[in-house]
Structures are given as C-alpha cells and as structure tokens.
C-alpha cells in the first residue's frame, strides 16, 4: 500500500469508498474512483488471488489520481500502459510474497486473456509461462 500511495496511503485509504456487486471479480469505477467488488467473489475466491487484485486495483486508483486515462481503447488490455504498470507492481509484490512464476502465470491467465496475451503479458512483467 505504501509502495503505491506513500505518504498519502491513510488518507487515500480513509476516503476509498468500496461498492459491491454480484458479479465479476474487482474493478474501479472510473467515472467516481469507487472500488468495485463482487460479493461472491470476496466470499469463495482464493484468498492469494483477491488479495493481488486489491493490489492491481489500487493501482488503477493512483492512476486516476494521477488523472492518466485507465481504458484508452487504442490499445488491447495487456498492452495499454496503465495495465502494464498496475501488472508490474502486482507481480512484484507477488514475487515478495514467494509466489513461484507458475502461480503467478496461473493468477494472470483469466478468461479475458488469450494464450498468446498471457504470453506477452507475461514477457512484459519479466516471468516466464508455460
Ligand atoms: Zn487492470
């Protein structure tokens, strides 16, 4: 949390307002910064998984802090810079957690993503998939 928001980490916490849903996995709203959360999935998902998306999503946070455009259509998902980045943070923190490469290219092959996306996807957050 702190890597993400440094100094502002408690007040950004504080203000954070969550809203849940019944579908889907996790999402931020980019029209009010609302972190959006499926209630199904906060209760059955794996624990390792939900844990890397709050992660991934509070990049996104800063991101629109930061005023950068989180759904830039030009680009596919795994290419769009802002993907890029909130992916290389999450894996880094994967890797500090001890998660070996393979359960971390198992958390990043979600049905969204092609094989040859996780490929690439995979190449641009310096892990190796099989
Ligand atoms: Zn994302």
Redo the contacts with the bound molecule.
């Keep these: 949390m702190r890597g993400i928001f440094g100094e502002r980490t408690e007040e950004v916490l504080r203000h954070l307002k969550v809203d849940l849903t019944w579908f889907g996995y996790m999402?931020v709203n980019s029209s009010n910064g609302h972190l959006v959360v499926s209630a199904p999935y906060l209760n059955s998902g794996d624990k390792v998984d939900i844990y890397l998306d709050v992660i991934?999503?509070l990049c996104?946070v800063r991101q629109l802090m930061e005023g950068k455009e989180l759904f830039e259509s030009q680009y596919s998902h795994v290419e769009r810079p802002?993907?890029v980045e909130?992916?290389r943070y999450t894996v880094q923190e994967a890797k500090r957690i001890g998660l070996s490469d393979e359960r971390i290219c198992q958390y990043l092959k979600t049905e969204w993503v092609s094989d040859s996306d996780l490929k690439r996807l995979a190449k641009a957050v310096n892990i190796t998939c099989h």
């Design positions: 999402y991934h999503e996104h802002t993907e909130a992916y």
